[in-house]
């Protein structure tokens, strides 16, 4: 089998590996001004997605915008969300060169979709395709793809502790060729108790204190997780943005989450239905859980100005601050610009991670099944450090570059 990696490789995001010049795995964006595309020319016979995060799907519904019309395989809840991000991207880019997709583009994809549960085997350009659960956001899915006896394991993002909306990924399919996320491969995540305990005394100290507290988060899995843990310690909170339509999104799809924390999750936020509210909530005492999760878009772009002059309120990121992000701006140095304006922010700034990846310690403990295997690390800005790490551990592995075509 061959394999021609497109994008994600030695980076993170526009992540697609191509199969064989048919099977395509995965067709991202990578945000930014202007975003990143996937490289080379590709037309594939079929498509599968691991899940509903842009730089996965973002990018799927250009592959519509000629005569083909190949089948897009995916979870329930990847399908709904990838369709989401696409009319999102379309609101945000439509009509300009950087939205490679058009509306007509986005119907088609509602035409080929395919759906498959977990532990559903399947034919994708024929090759036999099986998805597992990932654990990292809903309907995240390890792809195993096996044709003439070879069995490749394509992780896509996953995390291997439980999380309060998802459960941790378990299945270790045997595989000849793991192509590996690589994203915290240098990281120890603390334990996620010690976390939640702390960011809810943040929470609690500052609500007490009379101020407010803005949480800047991704509205796809990490959203619903503050949602939770808010609900599991019975403190008040808003949600604002994209992340009120991912949660109704999920609400509609069972045996992806754990519905009966999503439910109480859900009873006990508050959505806010108007940006004419936003101002009024700002002042009000409480946590406003609301995207843009890094700061470059969004309700977060309201709530800051709003609350920034007084050391009482709080910005909580729950998740990483990319480089040049305003987001990572304000965690350096105090400041962010907001629609143009560098502000500076008097309110606390604090970062807990939440993160829904594994880390150093569950990539590798992950790694153990395949010692016998050979892995192919990407998605990660240290993909190259991590396999040379492998290798000497013993592990047959590589990192390649964007471009790369590796036979197996």
Same mark, same amino acid.
């Given at each position: 089998?061959?394999?021609?990696?497109?994008?994600?490789?030695?980076?993170?995001?526009?992540?697609?590996?191509?199969?064989?010049?048919?099977?395509?795995?995965?067709?991202?964006?990578?945000?930014?001004?202007?975003?990143?595309?996937?490289?080379?020319?590709?037309?594939?016979?079929?498509?599968?997605?691991?899940?509903?995060?842009?730089?996965?799907?973002?990018?799927?519904?250009?592959?519509?915008?000629?005569?083909?019309?190949?089948?897009?395989?995916?979870?329930?809840?990847?399908?709904?969300?990838?369709?989401?991000?696409?009319?999102?991207?379309?609101?945000?880019?439509?009509?300009?060169?950087?939205?490679?997709? %058009? /509306?007509?583009?986005?119907?088609?994809?509602?035409? =080929?979709? &395919?759906?498959?549960?977990? +532990?559903?085997?399947?034919? #994708?350009?024929?090759?036999?395709?099986?998805?597992?659960?990932?654990?990292?956001?809903?309907?995240?899915?390890?792809?195993?793809?096996?044709?003439?006896?070879?069995?490749?394991?394509?992780?896509?993002?996953?995390?291997?502790?439980?999380?309060?909306?998802?459960?941790?990924?378990?299945?270790?399919?045997?595989?000849?060729?793991?192509?590996?996320?690589?994203?915290?491969?240098?990281?120890?995540?603390?334990?996620?108790?010690?976390?939640?305990?702390?960011?809810?005394?943040?929470?609690?100290?500052?609500?007490?204190?009379?101020?407010?507290?803005?949480?800047?988060?991704?509205?796809?899995?990490?959203?619903?997780?503050?949602?939770?843990?808010?609900?599991?310690?019975?403190?008040?909170?808003?949600?604002?943005?994209?992340?009120?339509?991912? %949660? /109704?999104?999920?609400?509609?799809?069972?045996?992806? =989450?754990? &519905?009966?924390?999503?439910? +109480?999750?859900?009873?006990? #936020?508050?959505?806010?239905?108007?940006?004419?509210?936003?101002?009024?909530?700002?002042?009000?005492?409480?946590?406003?859980?609301?995207?843009?999760?890094?700061?470059?878009?969004?309700?977060?772009?309201?709530?800051?100005?709003?609350?920034?002059?007084?050391?009482?309120?709080?910005?909580?990121?729950?998740?990483?601050?990319?480089?040049?992000?305003?987001?990572?701006?304000?965690?350096?140095?105090?400041?962010?610009?907001?629609?143009?304006?560098?502000?500076?922010?008097?309110?606390?700034?604090?970062?807990?991670?939440?993160?829904?990846?594994?880390?150093?310690?569950?990539?590798?403990?992950?790694?153990?099944?395949?010692?016998?295997?050979?892995?192919?690390?990407?998605?990660?800005?240290?993909?190259?450090?991590?396999?040379?790490?492998?290798?000497?551990?013993?592990?047959?592995?590589?990192?390649?570059?964007?471009?790369?075509?590796?036979?197996?």
């Amino acid at each position: 089998m061959e394999l021609r990696f497109c994008g994600g490789a030695r980076e993170v995001g526009r992540s697609a590996v191509l199969l064989d010049d048919s099977l395509l795995l995965d067709y991202g964006m990578k945000s930014g001004t202007p975003p990143g595309f996937p490289v080379g020319n590709v037309d594939p016979d079929a498509v599968v997605v691991s899940h509903g995060h842009l730089d996965h799907v973002g990018t799927v519904p250009a592959l519509l915008s000629g005569d083909a019309r190949p089948p897009v395989h995916w979870t329930p809840p990847t399908r709904d969300l990838g369709l989401l991000l696409a009319r999102d991207t379309l609101k945000l880019r439509g009509g300009t060169p950087q939205c490679p997709f %058009t /509306e007509t583009d986005v119907a088609r994809l509602t035409q =080929v979709s &395919e759906l498959h549960d977990y +532990r559903e085997r399947f034919d #994708a350009a024929g090759h036999d395709v099986t998805l597992f659960d990932a654990g990292h956001i809903p309907g995240s899915a390890h792809v195993l793809v096996e044709r003439d006896g070879t069995r490749i394991l394509y992780t896509g993002d996953f995390h291997t502790a439980d999380q309060r909306i998802v459960g941790g990924s378990t299945a270790r399919p045997a595989a000849d060729v793991v192509v590996c996320e690589s994203t915290y491969s240098d990281v120890e995540h603390e334990a996620r108790a010690a976390v939640e305990e702390r960011f809810v005394e943040s929470l609690r100290t500052t609500l007490w204190e009379g101020g407010t507290v803005v949480v800047p988060a991704f509205a796809i899995g990490r959203t619903q997780e503050v949602m939770a843990i808010c609900a599991r310690h019975d403190i008040e909170c808003y949600v604002d943005g994209m992340g009120k339509r991912v %949660t /109704e999104l999920l609400r509609r799809t069972s045996g992806f =989450v754990r &519905e009966d924390a999503l439910k +109480r999750a859900n009873a006990h #936020a508050r959505f806010v239905s108007n940006p004419g509210q936003r101002e009024r909530i700002a002042d009000q005492n409480t946590v406003v859980i609301t995207t843009s999760g890094m700061l470059s878009g969004g309700p977060a772009m309201t709530y800051i100005p709003l609350i920034r002059g007084n050391p009482v309120n709080k910005v909580a990121f729950v998740g990483y601050q990319v480089a040049g992000t305003p987001g990572r701006e304000l965690l350096d140095t105090g400041r962010a610009e907001i629609d143009g304006r560098v502000m500076p922010v008097s309110a606390q700034v604090e970062r807990y991670d939440l993160s829904a990846h594994a880390d150093h310690d569950g990539l590798s403990a992950f790694l153990d099944s395949y010692r016998d295997s050979r892995v192919l690390v990407n998605h990660g800005d240290r993909c190259a450090a991590f396999a040379a790490e492998l290798q000497e551990d013993g592990f047959d592995a590589s990192a390649p570059e964007r471009g790369d075509v590796v036979e197996v």
